[in-house]
């Protein structure tokens, strides 16, 4: 497209000059000028074609001079505008005065036309550089909204009505959360009925960040609740997710989860661990202690790798407490970390009759008044489980 250029000047010889020495720019539809010959006339043009690229204007003219127009255009906070001002040779008060006002450059009379084409092909560079910056900006916040209203949805599909399974609620306490580090998360958890006594408990955390985590993200969580929700052992559903995922998995992603199944009748829990960290348990002694894990690998990397199950019961008041690393990885002012030290202490310390809500929203308080004004480095996710009868 034409670089549309304004001239202002109150000299008509002006005119005749520029449209001849610029004739094959002009020819070529490099450039279109417009002639005005005060700084009036000019804002009339400006409104008339509000496209323009660059004004070439005279200091001193009648009815509005050129410093006085440059005020006005900078009025329109248009970056991608340009000005040159031209004045008489010496007038170097003017002159640095229009430049002190934001003007790109300026010419002396008579004009150096070779110098002003100089000019213009500079202003040229600066008008397309701020054009894409502007383009990028848009991408950008395009992308942010986009962001936002995925953080959304993922929010959304996750379980977030407490309790989950009313029916149960005398038996079993439950309360899960995740807050991602960005606008989309990796981490992930899940609570399912499977059938009148039983539901299934899935807590994961998927490799890397952002928009690729949290899509892997989505395909884990689907296959975990479609698989558990036939009623099929832990150890069942986690080896046949895990093949699914090694042929849906790219760039190297894999997930940990550790998957449940809870039995409200009896309290017992059969579970698979697929590389995630140890939950634990809070007795009703306050005594804290970890479950005891098969060694098995994270799921989405070896198709053939055989996972094993393991079992532990749930007493009366004891509570069970699954986390992602975004607890125990959480960093202070002094680099260090919250840790799983850090976790026992706060298990050990909250009482007994602390609902789940409160417990889990204790932990994460803990954690945020141990970091301060430290960023939040990962996912912060936690699910908690009470045996209330």
Known sequence: MATKILSVDDELDLEVLLTQYFRRQIRKGEYEFTF???????????????????????????EMDGLTLLAKINELKNPALKCIMVSAYGDMDNIRSAMNKGAFDFATKPI??????????????QIAFIHK????HSQ???????????????????????????????????????????????DFYDLFQID???????IADVSGKGVPASLFMAVSRTLLRATGLRGVSSEECINYVNKLLCKESLEAMFVTAFYGIYDCRTGSIDYTNAGHTPPYIKRQNNHVETVEMETNFVMGVFDDFQYASGQFILEHGDVLVLYTDGVTEAFNAEGKQF?????????ETLPDTSEVKELAGGIIDSVYCYAGEQPQSDDITLLVIKRTN
């Open 140 to 186: 950008l916040e395009s992308i942010k909204n986009d962001l936002v209203i995925a953080g959304e949805i993922q929010r959304a599909i996750l379980p977030n009505l407490f309790p989950p399974f009313p029916e149960l609620s005398e038996l079993v306490d439950l309360y899960a959360s995740m807050t991602p580090a960005k606008d989309v998360g990796g």
């Open 133 to 136: 910056s502007e383009r990028e």
């Open 196 to 202: 009148e006594n039983r539901f299934g408990f899935v």
């Open 36 to 62: 005005a010959h005060n700084g009036l006339e000019a804002l009339q043009k400006m409104l008339e074609t509000p496209d323009f690229d660059i004004i070439l204007s005279d200091i001193n003219m009648p």
């Open 112 to 125: 150096d036309l070779e110098d002003l084409d100089n000019s213009i092909r500079k202003a040229i560079e």
């Open 339 to 347: 840790e799983a030290s850090g976790l026992v202490h706060i298990l």
